[in-house]
């Protein structure tokens, strides 16, 4: 299968049809929901990276990448002044993005726009005057980013529960961003399947760095190594031409899986269904694991209980916290003492949201964290694991039971949250969140000006105005 003289995947190879897709993908293939809900993410994940920008994980990464930037032309979130070389620009951002563990969440399990977006950014403005793609080109490359995903995430029935080995934006992002460079870039179908194989020997990070700041690193990594793939294979680098295929004793991209079953990506074309058009995506009303929602969800739901019956809310009167949550070692979490492991903390959340009546922001702050009346809270906490609560962001539940003094048991149950992709944020609620996180770092008018580009991003002449902007 290794052509003498072509070295690429032919098309009837798993490899073959994906780099032959990226490479054939046109806008017109792009239907209207597939372009409303990309350009949603697209808002959404600008909003998380500015607000990301203010925190010490990204400050640290900044100043890292801006020791060894030369070529300095791609802007930073939130720092109008700063520019990078594309790659650390991408890697910067990147780290924004998942800093507060902020964006967003596909099903099965990954973050979908922060491991795309940056790359797209910083090569936007890499290219030259005369070669800057257009807004429909842009929108393009982050559809067919995000396909590629979608579609290795559907080769594992692993891929569809909470991840317990590799961050899978760590290994489907770093393809994804490959893809989403390669057809920026306009590569061949050859380098598009160099630049997937390139991307492959550059993929993965464990999950014992989920809940510390090595996590938003996965992210970072994902969308700079997916632009440094690309790169790289636009300069002639080659790679093995069946990365994505299964081959016996010899593994390639299923090295990530234990159980590893690759198919073929269709054509683009009126028999190609986009998997955005069928998988909407989870967008977080507050800074923390996807998890986190219900059982936050389910603990203000008891909380309103608790106030109903009491008059207003008194952790003296409760004798025992009970939450129903499904078995996932790394997002169980007791007694929490940093902010990333606090945002990974079932117990953490149901008790904030039970203490305070919400969760944001200033939830995870260190005063927040340690106060004394939060740490009453969470001794009381006791864990169930119920058999049907599964570790699947499509099927679980999270369920808060108030046991009081006076014999009384309130709960709180939630399956679904607002924020989900089957009880989407509206567009109100999408736009509220994006201007309260740019407004930590942009004034208004340019936050209203981010808000009109993404929503015309179709009929830009220039996509580079979008990186431009931040």
Request: charged share 15%.
């Amino acid at each position: 299968l290794w052509i003498k003289g072509h070295h690429f995947a032919p098309d009837d190879t798993v490899t073959g049809s994906f780099a032959s897709f990226i490479s054939a993908a046109r806008p017109e293939h792009l239907s209207q929901t597939v372009r409303q809900r990309s350009k949603r993410m697209i808002l959404d994940s600008l909003g998380v990276g500015l607000v990301g920008s203010t925190t010490r994980v990204f400050d640290i990464a900044l100043r890292y990448c801006r020791l060894y930037s030369s070529v300095a032309v791609s802007s930073v979130y939130g720092k109008p002044g700063v520019k990078l070389s594309p790659t650390l620009a991408a890697f910067t951002n990147g780290v924004a993005t998942h800093s507060m563990d902020f964006d967003d969440t596909w099903h099965p399990a990954t973050h979908p726009s922060g491991a795309v977006l940056p790359a797209l950014l910083a090569a936007s403005q890499m290219l030259p005057p005369s070669a800057k793609p257009t807004g429909l080109d842009f929108l393009l490359a982050f559809n067919v980013g995000l396909e590629v995903q979608g579609r290795l995430m559907h080769f594992s029935t692993e891929a569809h529960d909470i991840p317990k080995r590799f961050h899978p934006p760590s290994v489907v992002g770093t393809l994804g961003g490959a893809a989403a460079a390669a057809k920026l870039l306009s590569l061949s179908p050859a380098q598009c399947c160099h630049a997937l194989g390139i991307a492959a020997s550059l993929a993965g990070a464990p999950m014992a760095n989920a809940a510390t700041q090595a996590k938003p690193l996965h992210v970072g990594n994902a969308t700079r190594l997916g632009l440094e793939a690309a790169l790289l294979a636009a300069r002639g680098m080659e790679a093995s031409p069946l990365i994505l295929d299964d081959i016996p004793g010899c593994s390639g991209f299923g090295a990530f899986y234990g159980v590893y079953q690759p198919k073929p990506l269709p054509a683009p074309g009126q028999h190609h269904q986009f998997l955005l058009e069928k998988q909407d995506i989870a967008f977080k009303r507050f800074p923390a694991h996807l998890g986190m929602h219900w059982v936050v969800d389910a603990a203000l739901s008891v909380r309103n209980l608790f106030i109903n019956q009491a008059g207003s809310f008194s952790p003296a009167l409760i004798r025992s916290i009970l939450l129903k949550i499904p078995v996932s070692k790394y997002i169980n979490r007791p007694f929490p003492s940093s902010e990333h492991q606090a945002r990974h903390s079932f117990q953490f959340n149901a008790c904030a949201a039970l203490l305070d009546g919400e969760v944001g922001l200033g939830s995870f702050s260190e005063s927040s964290i340690q106060r004394q009346e939060l740490r009453e809270l969470l001794d009381k906490v006791v864990v169930e694991h119920p058999e049907d609560n599964m570790a699947n962001f499509d099927k679980m539940y999270g369920e808060v039971a108030l046991l009081l003094h006076t014999g009384d048991v309130l709960t709180g149950k939630c399956d679904t949250f607002y924020g989900h992709w089957r009880k989407p944020l509206s567009k109100e609620s999408l736009l509220k969140k994006f201007r309260s996180n740019a407004s930590h770092v942009l004034p208004e008018e340019k936050i209203e000006a981010i808000i009109t580009l993404v929503e015309n991003l179709e009929n830009l002449s220039d996509s580079s105005q979008l990186a431009c902007s931040l």
